[in-house]
């Protein structure tokens, strides 16, 4: 059984590109969470979405954006990327009925 | 605001002994406590959790202790291996009250020397 997988591994784009970091959730699993963990930091919570709709969101700018398709599948959009984005971009799926997220292997953005 | 607490920051722990962090939270509407692993380069690993009603769960080597009135919970490792030194995170959600995202500690990272 698979594990969460995310695409791609690393990232290097320029301020003010627009970056998509993609994610596929556990076999069974309905929910998705996207966190942003800055080096040396504990993971900050961006949004979740479930049944294809934003549930909740924590306190990014809109320049955050996501999605989640028919499959449970999801991605994150970043818009106008700033050096401070620079981070490693965590998926976390979440089974049905339950509250257990178990985190992907993240994506490693660099913005220069 | 940070709402979770976590220390110590660093911890050196010789192989065999017992390593002890500790977490402090704020929010009473939190329900439910994991703890995470993490190694470099790697996503968090769910250790093990807790909910208020246990005062403590055991796996294997790990504990984690939980403290409802003082709002404190810790994680225990007995007979630490060089294989546990990683990056500790507590995390707090209230999905009871509505809220599903998890409010992590800023980590521990704990090295176990031989």
């Known amino acids: 059984d698979a594990g969460v997988t995310q695409s791609p591994t690393h990232l290097i784009k320029t301020r003010g590109q627009q970056v998509t970091l993609r994610c596929s959730p556990k076999?069974?699993?309905?929910?998705v969470s996207w966190y942003q963990q800055a080096l040396g930091q504990g993971p900050q919570f961006i949004f979740q979405?479930?049944?294809?709709?934003?549930?909740q969101r924590g306190n990014f700018p809109d320049r955050f954006s996501g999605h989640q398709f028919p499959n449970y599948s999801s991605e994150l959009n970043v818009n106008a990327l700033l050096l401070g984005d620079s981070a490693l971009y965590l998926c976390a799926s979440t089974p049905r009925a339950q509250e257990t997220q178990y985190f992907g292997p993240g994506t490693r953005l660099l913005v220069l | 605001q940070q709402q979770v607490k976590q220390s110590p920051q660093s911890l050196i722990v010789q192989k065999g002994g017992i390593s002890i962090i500790n977490c402090a939270y704020e929010?009473?509407?939190?329900?439910?406590f994991p703890w995470y692993q993490q190694f470099p380069g790697k996503g968090p690993a769910l250790l093990i959790a807790?909910?208020?009603?246990?005062s403590e769960k055991k796996e294997g080597r790990f504990t984690i202790s939980f403290n409802k009135s003082a709002k404190q919970f810790s994680l225990h490792i007995m007979d630490s291996q060089p294989g546990d030194s990683a990056t500790y995170f507590c995390?707090?959600?209230?999905?009871?009250?509505?809220?599903?995202?998890?409010?992590f500690g800023k980590g521990t990272k704990l090295s176990v020397i031989p």
């Open positions: 995390a707090a959600s209230g999905a009871g009250a509505g809220s599903y995202q998890l409010t």
């Open positions: 979405y479930y049944e294809e709709e934003e549930r």
């Open positions: 929010n009473t509407a939190f329900d439910y």
């Open positions: 807790i909910r208020p009603d246990v």
């Open positions: 076999s069974g699993h309905d929910t």
